[in-house]
Each structure stands twice: as structure tokens, then as C-alpha cells.
């Protein structure tokens, strides 16, 4: 199966390929990027991971998932949190807790299947308990 991946060159899939954990040293992840406290700072991809997973299959797809990599040689250090972003994202964070319909704060982040607390969602059960 790894070997369907394998594509160093790029000529079959278009940009080089390598199989899960066959990566050359020098590219990472996003994630990988991010945890060492860098950003991929707009440079393009420079070549992807391919693997089979049916955790995350899609009914008409094929189980095939992927993630690009980055040169960590290139890449820049993550932009610091400004106090206004800090703000921008504790207010956005206060709004997504918020329950629309009784106005509180539920301490948790409102499901958007519901679209209003579960105390709100389900008031019968509430009063049984």
C-alpha cells in the first residue's frame, strides 16, 4: 500500500509524494510547523503525505487522506496574540457560549444542532431531575 505513494518526483500526483511517517527531514505539517512555534509565512507547499484511513471515510470517496508539507528551513515564527486579537477572541469565544434564548452564559459552547442551550433545548428534562 505505501508504495502507491511513493512519488519523490511528483510525476504522478502532480507535486512530490511520500507514504505516512516517509517524509524526507527538512518538511512538516502545518501542526508539526505550529508546535515548533513557526507559520509556513505564505510560502507554497512543497510536497504532501498520503495515507489510507477508514476512520474518515466519506461514503463515495476513497479513504485516502492527506496533509501538505512545508520547508521548516523557510518557514517564519508565529505572529504574537496583539491585546486586541486577545479581546476580539475572548469576545467571540463569550458569543459561541451564549445561549440565544435565555441570555446566559452556559459555561460550555452552545451546540450549533441545537442552536440554544440544552437546559433551553430540552426544559422538560430539566424539571424531572
Known sequence: ???RFWDPDGSR????T????????????????RAAGLRPGG????????WYSHRYRRPGTPPIRYA?????????PVRPMTPAKRAAL???NTARRTCPECGTDAGYVIPTS??????????EEQHAA
Open 13 to 16: 500526483y502532480g507535486i512530490p
Open 43 to 50: 510560502q507554497e507547499v512543497a510536497a504532501q503525505v498520503l
Open 68 to 76: 501538505y508539507l512545508y520547508p521548516v528551513d523557510q518557514a517564519l
Open 18 to 33: 511520500y507514504p505516512f511517517r516517509l517524509a524526507p527531514d527538512g518538511l512538516a505539517t502545518r501542526r508539526q510547523l
Open 114 to 123: 441545537l442552536g440554544m442551550c440544552v437546559t433551553c433545548a430540552y426544559p
Open 1 to 3: 500500500m505505501a508504495a
Open 90 to 92: 475572548a469576545k467571540a
